[in-house]
């Protein structure tokens, strides 16, 4: 499902290479030579280890008759040909955006395989000495191993560097409508694919209809000469215009080709999100139908064996904690320990959720008096120094340890471990139609706009966000959010 999202921000590319400025060629094409020499290294100490393997540590079956590591080097030096050869014709040192590390390493796997393969049908004609079939096959593991871990070290990198704001390619969308806010929630829940959005231009008809959070807006599309002028070590326009402009669409491309910029072009299909389209066959006749986006009713019951999984591991720690947190509340301040607010659930229930009391009691009496220091947009309200907070509960804010008792919630099956974040109803009173989207499952103590920058994301941000994870949502992606809390939690990020 995710690799379908990540398909709308690919789009359609058009001659990458002649609208790539310069610099940008150049910067490719010498990643691309550092990954083919390290590639071989690693190519030459795979054979190294395969030997050793097989000759010095004897895996597997002890050696009838020991053969010299230099009788084996003309065969190593035909693995080389056609292991460039194999890796070359399946694409294998093209970088994709957005790909899995599971895809990238089968790409790895088929390529070495299929060099191996034919490395086995040479020698079966020439008939070298000396020759051993367990070689080889200790020859695939280790090229393997050694070069799907350094593209896990590569993406590791990349993913600091994205994360630090450097090396990624900064953007400009073109957007309207449904499709626009799907390449940038793509764009935020996906930093890892290397683009920075620097701003958008509307359609001339729709500007009020994106909700791009703090992405600027930078005009309309006619004004894209005037931005490319201004911006120029811009690297894609990204175009999810209405399909019914399409004169406009290809002046926009000529204009990109001309300033040396790449353009991707996002198919409409009806302004919905891509993930949302079914593609059919049907006798020959291809048509395409709606499918509803969402957790269908046995994803939900996974989900929710992972979310009782999860608490009966780790309930007797949680427990514990939460005694500690309840002793120092009441020892801190005047008022209950638990705090009970309403808030709304999947489909628009209302629930009462649980959360430790971190403000002073009544603190709810005050609040319009602060509502002039509300520091976030939209109806939503934070105030990064609240003056309510007391002293144990600007602590476990922090770290979000008020949030605990929710896992009470979670048993009762009113929230998940992961999920949008349950919002107040006078939140949900200023919500705009697609805002609702969040609401169609059920809310979760984290969620994705959690680890991607908690309080510090604009409302748009949060719910784009949050309707990204329910168009993408896996096991897998659940799991990886919550392992990525934890660090958040510790270090206190965007928190408040």
Known sequence: ????????????????????????????????????????????????????????????????????????????????????????QTKVWKRRRGEFFIDEASRIISATAAGIFLMGV???????????????FWVLVFIVLFISLAR????????????????????????????????????????????????????????????L??????????????????QS???????????EMHPQISQLLRICHQYGVRPQVVPD???LSLNQVEFNNMAGIPTLGVRDVGISW???????????????????????LMAVIALAIKLDSKGPVFYTAVRVGRNGKNFKMFKFRSMIDGAENIKRDLEQLNEADGPIFKIREDPRLTRVGRIIRRLSLDELPQIFNVLMGQMSLVGPRPPLPEEVEGYQPWHMQRLSVIGGITGLWQVSGRSDLTFDELCLLDIYYIENWSLAFDLRILLQTIPHTLFSRGAY
């Open 1 to 88: 499902m995710e690799s379908n999202q990540v398909n709308v921000v690919s789009g359609f590319e058009h001659s990458q290479n002649s609208t790539m400025p310069q610099s940008q060629s150049m910067n490719k094409n010498r990643i691309r030579f550092i990954t083919i020499g390290i590639d071989l290294v690693l190519i030459n100490l795979g054979f190294i280890f395969a030997y050793l393997a097989r000759y010095d540590w004897e895996w597997i079956r002890p050696i009838t008759s020991f053969a010299p590591y230099t009788d084996y080097l003309g065969q190593q030096a035909l693995l080389n040909i056609l292991l460039f050869a194999t890796f070359t």
């Open 122 to 136: 040479v020698t079966f004609f020439i008939q070298p000495v000396p020759y051993s079939r367990l070689l080889l």
């Open 152 to 211: 896990l070290g590569r993406r590791i990198i990349l993913s600091l560097l994205y994360a630090q704001g450097r090396a990624a390619d900064r953007v400009l969308v073109i957007s309207s409508g449904e499709v626009g806010r799907s390449v940038i929630r793509t764009l935020l829940a996906r930093p890892d694919l290397g683009f920075k959005a620097i701003g958008y231009l509307h359609d001339g008809q729709r500007e009020n209809n994106i909700g």
């Open 213 to 230: 959070g703090r992405i600027p807006h930078l005009g309309q599309y006619t004004d894209l000469e005037k931005v490319l002028k201004e």
């Open 233 to 243: 070590n811009l690297h894609t326009v990204f175009i999810a215009l209405p399909g």
């Open 269 to 271: 299909l009806l302004q």
């Open 298 to 320: 046995w994803q939900q019951l996974l989900k929710r064996i992972m979310d009782l999984s999860f608490i009966f591991i780790g309930g007797p720690f949680a427990l514990i």
